[in-house]
């Protein structure tokens, strides 16, 4: 069984920073791509940052020069360091996994961790 687990959110004032992490559980072999999505109320998710195996990143437009990815293919876990935070951040971050290959050999298409909630207030 594969598990993503969040942690690093909370509440954190307009220009500060936040780092999360997501460290996986199970017995994975190798993961494609990791990812940061959001879902602020009353919106869509979408994504945020997204690293691949090759340490190939993209960025939402929001976050660009904020934002950065990374990970740990040892670990399979992945980060997220948010600085310059605005009000507009706040929401529930998600960590997503792609191409899940585990050491059984059983593939898995996508796994999700439950969320992280950061909101940006004074």
């Known amino acids: 069984q594969v598990q993503l687990v969040e942690s690093g959110g909370g509440l954190v004032q307009p220009g500060g920073s936040l780092r999360l992490s997501c460290a996986t559980s199970?017995?994975?072999?190798?993961?494609?791509?990791m990812g940061w999505y959001r879902q602020a109320p009353g919106k869509q998710r979408e994504l945020v940052a997204l690293?691949?195996?090759?340490?190939?990143?993209n960025y939402a437009d929001s976050v660009k020069g904020r934002f950065t990815i990374s990970r740990d293919n040892a670990k399979n876990t992945v980060y997220l360091q948010m600085n310059s935070l605005k009000p507009e951040d706040t929401a529930v971050y998600y960590c997503?996994?792609?191409?899940?290959?585990?050491?059984?050999?059983?593939?898995?298409?996508?796994?999700w961790g439950l969320g992280t909630q950061v909101t940006v207030s004074l």
């Open positions: 997503n996994a792609e191409g899940l290959r585990l050491r059984s050999g059983d593939y898995l298409p996508n796994a």
């Open positions: 199970g017995s994975i072999f190798r993961i494609n791509a």
């Open positions: 690293i691949t195996s090759g340490d190939i990143t």
